[in-house]
């Protein structure tokens, strides 16, 4: 179990262009969802929480309104990257946290990710 | 602002070999701790989770947690080849950001045959 997919795995497009990714939890629902972004040699590093029905929380210097996230179910939630640009090239990874956990079961599974190489 | 630190490595061990990975946490409330890895190129893949002091085992993978020393640790026995990955720490924030999950740079371990 615990299976969350990614839609697209890889996306090139040009600049200026919008791109959307997909984040599905298969198996369970998940009330709350993370984004992530990768570069090359890096750590993960957090963009936003997204909350199903509610407006995601941002990281520190995350633009919102370039990273639109939308968590409208409990399986799905998307993110849109606005007016695309060479340097937002990168690995966008999901993860997805299933609900009724307390501190001592937490868990949270990642998609497999989607590389996006902006043109 | 949690900060989770690891040794960087690169950690290089041959086959058969225990690989020794370690990380530190400076939230001394925290209560749950994870091990990921990650292969180059691929997401993330969770393969221990340790929530209270002491070992626990998974096959060839033992988690070590002694929060008095804010300490983690995961033990690879009988090291593999294909056990050769990016091992992420991660410590679970608490209160208002419970499920937020805090990461360590990562270790790089390569497993010779």
């Known amino acids: 179990g615990a299976v969350v997919s990614q839609h697209p795995s890889w996306v090139i497009c040009k600049s200026g262009t919008s791109v959307k990714i997909e984040c599905r939890s298969l198996?369970?629902?998940?009330?709350?969802m993370f984004w992530y972004r990768q570069f090359p040699k890096q750590s993960l590093m957090l963009m936003a929480t997204s909350n199903e029905g509610s407006k995601a929380t941002y990281e520190q210097g995350v633009e919102k309104d370039k990273f639109l996230i939308n968590h409208a179910s409990l399986t799905l939630s998307t993110l849109t990257v606005t007016s695309a640009h060479p340097e937002d090239s990168s690995f966008y990874i999901c993860s997805a946290r299933p609900p009724l956990v307390t501190a001592s079961t937490d868990t949270q599974y990642f998609g497999p990710g989607t590389r996006l190489t902006v043109l | 602002q949690k900060e989770v630190e690891q040794n960087s490595g690169p950690l290089s061990v041959p086959e058969g070999a225990i690989a020794s990975l370690n990380c530190t946490y400076s939230d001394r409330g925290s209560q749950s701790f994870f091990w990921y890895r990650q292969y180059s190129g691929k997401s993330p893949e969770l393969i221990m989770s340790i929530y209270s002091n002491g070992d626990k085992e998974d096959g060839r993978f033992t988690a070590q947690l002694n929060k008095a020393s804010q300490y983690v640790s995961l033990l690879i026995r009988d090291s593999q080849p294909s056990d050769s990955a990016t091992y992420l720490c991660a410590v679970n924030g608490r209160g208002s950001t419970l499920g937020r999950l805090y990461f360590g740079r990562g270790t790089q371990l390569t497993v010779w045959p």
């Open positions: 198996d369970f629902q998940a009330t709350t």
